[in-house]
Antibody, heavy 124, light 108 residues
Framework: QVQLVQSGAEVKKPGSSVKVSCKAS????????VSWVRQAPGQGLEWMGG????????TYGHSFRGRVTITTDESSNTAHMELSSLTSVDTAVYYC?????????????????WGQGTLVTVSS | EVVLTQSPGTLSLSPGERATLSCRAS???????FTWYQHKPGQAPRLLIY???SRATDTPDRFSGSGSGTDFTLTISRLEPEDFAVYYC?????????FGQGTKVEIK
């Protein structure tokens, strides 16, 4: 079973950027996609963006377009998410998730493994 | 963007009772890309049900999913103590995913 291990907590100033990493162990991102999801304090899960399996297409949520960049490094089995122009509303726990795909009569996508989460605090 | 609305917001039940969670989409979505996750405080979310009704490898058979079009349901036949958590529905369409706002299942 793959395990996704994320980088540690970050404290950032407003206007700066943060980069969170997500390393797969006991498995790989090859043949899968990756997505990033965040949860602000007291709120639900919010999808930020990701890489679609098979096609390798990068796609981003409307709320984050232009501010988030998602990359993968297959040589190190690591995915990265960088979020720029931070404000206090970006204070949240950020999760990476591996996107699995099944190809039967129709494509089926789901997030089969999740990282432990990374707390990003934006404060002056 | 497809908006998912979950109801109720909170479900207060006792162990052994049946839980029925609803998720309604703002437009018809593909059943093959409809998923349910369980999330407990301080933990990573966990895949429960994918493809509307397929249980993940370690999902107990007391969990079942159903639905199509705009209306989907997660049923827990008999609640166990470890089932008290927040449950999220999720859909994929037009190259994007969205989550519902979550249903909290709490001990009555």
């Amino acid at each position: 079973q793959v395990q996704l291990v994320q980088s540690g907590a970050e404290v950032k100033k407003p206007g700066s950027s943060v980069k969170v990493s997500c390393k797969a162990s006991g498995g790989t991102f090859s043949g899968f996609g990756v997505s990033w999801v965040r949860q602000a304090p007291g709120q639900g899960l919010e999808w930020m963006g990701g890489i679609i399996p098979i096609f390798g297409t990068k796609t981003y949520g409307h709320s984050f377009r232009g501010r988030v960049t998602i990359t993968t490094d297959e040589s190190s089995n690591t995915a990265h998410m960088e979020l720029s122009s931070l404000t206090s509303v970006d204070t949240a726990v950020y999760y990476c998730a591996r996107v699995a795909v099944e190809m039967a009569a129709i494509l089926t996508y789901y997030f089969d493994s999740w990282g432990q989460g990374t707390l990003v605090t934006v404060s002056s | 963007e497809v908006v998912l609305t979950q109801s109720p917001g909170t479900l207060s039940l006792s162990p052994g009772e049946r839980a029925t969670l609803s998720c309604r989409a703002s437009q018809s979505v593909s059943s093959s890309c409809f998923t349910w996750y369980q999330h407990k405080p301080g933990q990573a979310p966990r895949l429960l049900i994918y493809n509307t009704s397929s249980r993940a490898t370690d999902t107990p058979d007391r969990f079942s999913g159903s639905g199509s079009g705009t209306d989907f349901t997660l049923t827990i036949s008999r609640l166990e103590p470890e089932d008290f958590a927040v449950y999220y529905c999720q859909q994929y369409s037009s190259s994007r995913w969205t989550f519902g706002q979550g249903t909290k299942v709490e001990i009555k």
